[in-house]
């Protein structure tokens, strides 16, 4: 029971340890990544955070999901903000979406400038925004993912209210087959597809009128980034070493998402997106994901209706900037209290169960004292301190158990003294008892150390001796019979007066037909009242076929 409580308390102490200090510390985080569009080129920096293992090492197992295949879209916005991601690919429109009370943070702008543009067909003759006012405009909805597109025509003094614009498909047809006139496409992209069939195609690009907005945009949500500061650190950095691994290494990344990603995609088309990424995030130049406040403030100015003019400090919260969230003193003394704390009462804990485990101890040490005692007690004669007789039975069986399995021989010696009644009733009881014990420890002082001597009855006593046959037996019973017979006895300690007593003794060995242990005790029980019979004072052995041979009589002795 104690081993019990030692192990019980051991594991609540393992467990304590492991949830406190290692769980939090071994467990890879979950983290979902809402991209915005279909697995491409475009995202390549976040599959070689992945597959090269940036996230893992940050303590993150990233998801990352793509976007817009069978024509679904899920607003990357919304996913952050409702939770269902932790980290999303949006574009400029985001400090739209902030200024309009999305709590969204911007973490890296990996495009410097949009890829966004009008495509339109040469054939059509469209040529600028203002040959496009009253043409089917196929964008994408929501309007702010597509801000780009509409600002140009703003500037131009056209509102965008008053534009035809029609749901995208995703898709190139529409626009090839004349069923719209301009499309809302990516220049890493579409471009790439009409050129593989020959189409000769026109960009109306919003650079050209002075929208230059920042592309791909890594956010978050400001709950995020306010519990934990630190998981989005490292994810913006795993984020943009994965970044600078694919655009040193694109040949590698393009074949990782041909194999893995993107398989309906050519090798020339993500060759072709690449290349036009490069020239976008110029990343020679630019580092990658830098984003300068005040690039974000006109983006804002010239988003917002009647392009009213922003407080500088409006956008603080929506820019992301790491020193602001690097763990202060304050923090890292809170993370020392609560691990004092936990410390503390773990050893609070270990001290408990360590006064529980020695008070038990020591409970259990005196309950096994006791009963090592009681035990003692049962098996002791209390007057002379000899095994009684039930010490002298289990020896016995165990003796017999020994005969039984190697013959190893023993022998009994009974012995009784003889008319003891006369003592008690010539000298009183007192007497009696101080010759009993000194009958005892003479008898005791006689026989060798493996022998096993006990008082069965009143003035009755047995002896056993292991390894010895009738022979040997014999010899030393007689020496027993003179050590009695030849010294006087005390009555008590105070007085001299000498009594002399004799014993009877009766002897038997263990005999080979024996089946069980007390036969032999039998026996010489037999022997020994064959010698009272023939006139006490007599040492008699009985053989194994119980025939009586008289071994010393008071004449030898
Ligand atoms: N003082 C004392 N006497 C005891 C004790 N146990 C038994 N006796 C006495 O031992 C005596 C045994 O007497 P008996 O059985 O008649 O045998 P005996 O007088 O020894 O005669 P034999 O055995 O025939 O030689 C009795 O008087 C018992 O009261 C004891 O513990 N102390």
């Known amino acids: ?30 983290v979902v990544v809402q991209l915005k569009w279909v697995n491409q080129f475009q995202f390549a920096g976040y599959y070689a955070a992945l597959e090269k293992g940036f996230y893992k ?72 925004i203002h040959d496009m006012a009253n043409k089917r405009l196929m964008t994408v909805f929501p309007l702010s993912e597509s801000l780009e597109l509409l600002e140009p025509f703003r500037a131009e003094g056209i509102a965008p209210e008053k534009l035809n614009l029609i749901q995208t498909v995703f898709d190139l047809q529409p626009l090839i087959d004349g069923k ?94 690449a290349k036009a990424m490069w020239d976008l995030m110029q990343p020679e130049i630019i580092e990658i994901g830098h984003m300068n406040p005040g690039r974000w403030l006109h983006i804002a100015e010239v988003m917002v209706e009647h392009k009213r003019l922003i407080d500088d400090k409006a956008l603080n919260s929506f820019i992301y900037n790491e020193e602001d969230y690097q763990p202060d003193l304050l923090r890292y003394l809170r ?21 529980i485990n020695r008070r038990l101890t020591r409970e259990i040490a005196a309950r096994e004292a006791a009963e090592q005692q009681l035990r003692r007690l049962s098996e002791t004669d209390a007057l002379t301190g000899l095994a009684n007789r039930r010490a002298f039975d289990q020896q016995l069986h165990k003796e017999f158990q020994r005969f039984l399995r190697y013959r190893h021989t023993f022998s009994i010696v009974m012995i009784d003294i003889d008319l003891f009644k006369r003592i008690n009733d010539t000298y009183g009881h007192p007497a009696g008892d101080h010759v009993l014990t000194e009958f005892a420890w003479r008898l005791r002082d006689h026989i060798r150390k493996t022998d096993i001597l006990a008082r069965i009855g009143g003035e009755e006593f047995a002896i056993m001796l292991p390894e010895t046959y009738p022979w040997e037996a014999k010899k030393r019973t007689l020496l027993l019979q003179q050590i009695i017979s030849k010294t006087p006895f ?39 009242y064959e010698a009272k019979n023939n006139g006490r004072n007599q040492v008699i052995l009985f053989n194994a076929d119980r025939k009586p041979v008289l071994v010393a009589d008071k004449t030898t002795a």
């Not at 019990?4 to 406190?20: E, K, P, S």
């Not at 295949?69 to 979406?97: E, M, T």
């Not at 300690?493 to 009877?504: E, G, H």
Request: charged share 20%.
């Open 1 to 30: 029971m104690e081993k019990d409580i030692q192990i019980a308390g051991f594991r609540w102490i393992v467990f304590l340890f492991i949830f406190c200090f290692i769980n939090p510390l071994a467990a890879a985080e979950h």
């Open 490 to 528: 005390k009555l008590s300690d105070t007085t001299d007066t000498p009594v002399m007593i004799t014993a009877s003794f009766g002897i038997s060995s263990v005999a080979e037909n024996d089946l069980i242990a007390d036969a032999a005790l039998i026996r010489a029980d037999t022997a020994l």
């Open 335 to 355: 993370i020392a209290t609560i691990a004092s704390i936990i410390a503390l009462l773990l050893a609070g804990i270990a001290t408990w169960i360590y006064r």
């Open 180 to 273: 719209v006139d301009a499309y809302d496409g990516y220049v890493t992209n579409e471009p790439f597809l009409l050129e593989q069939k020959g189409i000769a195609y026109r960009l109306i690009d919003p650079r050209t009128y002075g929208i230059d907005f920042y592309g791909d945009v890594l956010f978050t949500s400001q709950n995020e980034l306010r519990d934990h500061p630190e998981r989005v650190a490292a994810f913006r950095k795993a984020s943009m070493d994965g970044w600078r691994y694919a655009m040193a290494h694109p040949e590698e990344i393009t074949d990782l998402i041909l194999n893995k990603y993107a398989p309906q995609k050519t090798r020339e088309h993500l060759r072709y997106e």
């Open 57 to 128: 090492a940050a303590g993150f197992d990233v998801e990352l999901r793509p976007n817009g295949y069978d024509g679904a879209f899920v607003s990357p916005v919304d996913a952050v903000v409702s939770g269902k991601a932790q980290y999303g690919i949006s574009n400029s429109g985001l400090v739209l979406d902030y200024l309009n009370g999305k709590p969204v943070v911007a973490l890296a702008a990996t495009l410097q400038h949009s890829a966004v543009s009008w495509i339109v067909l040469e054939k059509s003759g469209i040529r600028n």
